[in-house]
């Protein structure tokens, strides 16, 4: 399983990043996402709002590959901070939207080489689940720590934490 690669998401591989999204999503949450809400995705409405993203190129969308497979994927974007003066300090973060790895592959670095190219540097936000504690143990390993702030997601609407790796 070393034979992976991390390359940018391009037009036909943004089914497979949508396939491997809702796969994801049904191996990590399985026991904390209702099945009704798994049971719910759609592919092509999946891939539509991915395609987006990409088209617009608002985002970073590094891919991993085996061989020819997409086996997981990683979404950042940088974002202005209100206020922040551009003289005295970033006036724009990271944020990391989204990072999934099939649970095959969990363990071999890939979810470390997706997030440094999806949210490089630092300062970074993402949004995490509370009752996650698996994501709280890999995103502590990499510099980020609960900011306090809460919000409930509006698709699970399952209580979410605000986590922010500083600059450092």
């Not at 071999?108 to 996650?132: E, M, R």
């Amino acid at each position: 399983m070393s034979d992976w690669r991390i390359a940018p998401l391009t037009a036909n591989r943004v089914t497979e990043l949508a396939a491997c999204h809702i796969a994801s999503w049904r191996e990590a949450y399985d026991t904390l996402v209702p099945g009704h809400i798994l049971d719910g995705f759609d592919l092509a409405r999946s891939a539509i709002n991915w395609e987006r993203r990409r088209a617009a190129g608002t985002h970073r969308l590094p891919v991993a590959l085996v061989g020819d497979r997409l086996i997981g994927f990683a979404a950042g974007r940088d974002r202005p901070v209100p206020g922040r003066p551009a003289d005295r300090c970033p006036s724009t973060e990271a944020e990391l939207e989204a990072l999934y790895v099939r649970s095959a592959w969990h363990g071999t670095g890939i979810a470390d080489a997706l997030i440094d190219a999806a949210a490089p540097g630092s300062p970074c936000t993402l949004w995490v689940f509370a009752d996650y504690p698996r994501a709280h143990a890999f995103y502590r390993r990499h510099g980020f720590t609960d900011t306090g702030d809460r919000r409930t997601d509006p698709f699970t609407l399952l209580p979410e934490q605000l986590w922010r790796r500083e600059p450092g």
